[in-house]
């Protein structure tokens, strides 16, 4: 029986440490323009503003 629990208990703990590895890659970088000329507006692709021009900066999580 503590053998049954034990494996069970390690299965537990690798399939949650999978779990959580998957999720913190998967997250994809948001775009700003830094003069906020579009208010809070971002964008997936790195670009220009298309109201004054500036290269868009990542937006840090």
Do not use: H, R, W
């Amino acid at each position: 029986m503590k053998k049954i629990l034990t494996l069970l208990a390690a299965v537990a703990i690798v399939t949650s440490s999978f779990s959580s590895c998957s999720n913190s890659t998967t997250q994809a970088a948001t775009y700003q323009c830094p003069m906020k000329c579009e208010g809070d507006k971002t964008y997936d692709k790195a670009g220009s503003c298309a109201v004054c021009g500036m290269a868009l900066e990542e937006v840090k999580k």
